[in-house]
């Protein structure tokens, strides 16, 4: 079993910032791809920001400039600074990751974390 862990979450004013960390436990032998998701209210998850094990990052156009992915492998935890929010930015948030274990690839998700971005 794999459980990932969000945090960093909550309300902000326009224009400011948020980091949200998500952290990986359980049966873990490697992690290979991790990003974040996102849903707002009556919309689709979309990706957000995605973060290979060897640091290549891909960004949606809606966030590039203002968000960052990172990740630290000896931690199994994956970062997104958020500067410049922005209402539409409002979403719960979700930390996904692509694990191997001993009995394969798993797919596994976060329960998410509430951004909300409002003056």
């Known amino acids: 079993q794999v459980q990932l862990v969000e945090s960093g979450g909550g309300l902000v004013q326009p224009g400011g910032s948020l980091r949200l960390s998500c952290v990986a436990f359980?049966?873990?032998?490697?992690?290979?791809?991790m990003g974040w998701y996102r849903q707002a209210p009556g919309k689709e998850r979309e990706l957000v920001a995605f973060?290979?094990?060897?640091?290549?990052?891909n960004y949606a156009d809606s966030v590039k400039g203002r968000f960052t992915i990172a990740r630290d492998n000896a931690k199994n935890t994956v970062y997104l600074q958020m500067n410049s929010l922005k209402p539409e930015d409002t979403a719960v948030y979700y930390c996904?990751?692509?694990?191997?274990?001993?009995?394969?690839?798993?797919?596994?998700w976060g329960q998410g974390t509430q951004v909300t971005v409002s003056s």
């Open positions: 359980g049966s873990i032998l490697r992690i290979n791809d």
């Open positions: 996904n990751a692509d694990v191997t274990n001993w009995t394969g690839k798993l797919d596994s």
């Open positions: 973060i290979t094990r060897i640091g290549l990052t």
